[in-house]
């Protein structure tokens, strides 16, 4: 069924449709328009069977979703951002239980200093904890991507991550082809769980596990891993079969065939790349996109397929690692580490900040000249950092950088001495 609809209820329109027996719920932006669109159809009765979890925090709303989870119920959260690490403890020990918990991350900056725009900081601050991370580049993606998760994750026993743009997608207001039901039920099974707690049946989950077992307890969640490599385009597969339309999957492509250069990124921005890389071809220019939707378990034969005899390529990343430089770049880098050729990391739209389509032309026209810095930051204001480095420099008690910098742009009035 079409419908004209935020993002946000469109996820939780496609959640509802795959019949969650629990819901957790702690609000915070820009993912609580789900988990309200989610409380509102709770009440109005048209999810029977389920029970809606208002909790007191995010680590509280994973904490419930565990237990949920080990009692054998379906299971659904949604956080974003500062409520994603204050849950973090938990996050892990959902991973290392091997609950089936579907959690939406509104992708949003995390600080200091605050900031509630989007980037992908946070979901890549847990792309170790053992989750799967499945990333959506439409609102289209987004609610397609929620029904394959819990396939996805109780078919493995393994939580997975829908992450989706802040604001970008969970506030834009677009047309989505909403899952039927009756597709969704044909589609997904009941929840037949591998571990349950059962009176009539105790075990322990959760146990201590000391030096003896520990390893191959950590090399069976990497298995696991492995395993959801091709279980991921199977699920996407059965998903067209009955829904009737491409979505998810481990990446897609965008003239990849006879690129010369392959742009890379994930999320919302790749809309924009493809605009841009439309109007290069148009001239003439062999390039292309590489559009990742699975970046836990992270595909390196698919990208390394993909990327095939290419001269190079520019990995735009919405995130990176303080100290050293590119996240998804450097996977990359280790997909293509039989054939290495030249790349690029490019670090853009942080906490918001818009990625424009000349920008990007002029990134672009650096790299197809093997101008690029090895690490770009996209329209940094290098003389705005430069004038807090001297500050910094000449001044023991130079204050917080960020207010200093707001003051330097006018943002913020001067406090008079």
């Not at 419908?3 to 957790?24: D, F, H, K, N, T």
């Not at 919405?318 to 996240?327: D, E, H, P, Y």
């Not at 003389?383 to 130079?398: F, M």
Request: charged letters at 20%; hydrophobic letters at 45%.
């Amino acid at each position: 069924m079409r419908a004209q609809l935020e993002g946000s209820m469109a996820v939780a329109r496609a959640v509802a449709a795959c019949r969650p027996q629990v819901i957790c719920a702690y609000p915070i932006s820009p993912q609580t328009h789900i988990v309200e669109g989610l409380s509102a159809i709770v009440k109005r009765g048209e999810l029977p069977g389920c029970e809606y979890v208002n909790v007191e925090s995010e680590f509280a709303a994973m904490s419930v979703a565990i237990g949920s989870s080990a009692a054998g119920a379906r299971t659904y959260t949604a956080t974003a951002s500062q409520g994603l690490l204050f849950m973090v403890e938990a996050v892990y020990n959902a991973s290392g239980l091997g609950l089936p918990i579907v959690m939406t991350v509104a992708n949003r900056a995390i600080g200091a200093p605050i900031n509630i725009w989007n980037d992908h900081t946070d979901a890549m601050s847990q792309r170790d904890s053992g989750w799967i991370q499945l990333y959506a580049e439409t609102n289209q993606e987004a609610a397609d991507l929620h029904v394959q998760a819990f396939k996805i994750a109780e078919a493995l026993s393994i939580p997975v991550m829908v992450c989706m743009d802040g604001f970008i997608l969970t506030h834009a207001v677009e047309e989505v082809d909403l899952p039927e039901q009756a597709d969704v039920d044909r589609f997904l099974p009941p929840f037949e769980p591998r571990q349950v707690l059962d009176p009539a049946d105790p075990v322990s989950i959760g146990a201590m596990v000391g030096p003896e077992a520990f390893t191959e307890v950590r090399y069976l969640a990497h298995d696991k891993q492995m395993q959801a490599l091709e279980l991921i385009p199977q699920v996407a597969a059965e998903f067209k079969e009955v829904f009737g339309r491409d979505s998810g999957g481990l990446l897609h492509t965008y003239h990849t065939e006879d690129a010369e250069t392959i742009v890379i990124a994930l999320g919302s921005v790749l809309g924009t790349i493809k605009d841009v890389v439309d109007e290069r071809r148009a001239r003439g220019e062999k390039i292309g996109v590489l559009g990742l939707t699975s970046f836990r378990p992270f595909p390196l034969a698919a990208v390394e397929a993909a990327i095939g005899d290419a001269k190079r390529f520019v990995c735009l990343e919405k995130a990176f690692s303080v100290g050293i430089g590119g996240i998804v770049s450097s996977h990359v880098r280790m997909a293509m580490k039989s054939h290495p050729i030249v790349n690029y990391t490019v670090v853009a739209g942080l906490g918001g900040r818009p990625i424009l389509k000349t920008s990007l032309h002029d990134m672009l026209d650096k790299a197809a000249a093997d101008e690029l810095e090895f690490l770009t930051f996209l329209d940094l204001d290098h003389e705005l950092v430069e004038r807090e480095r001297a500050r910094a420099r000449s001044e023991r008690r130079s204050g917080p950088a960020a207010e200093n910098l707001l003051r330097d742009l006018g943002a913020v009035r001067a406090t008079p001495v």
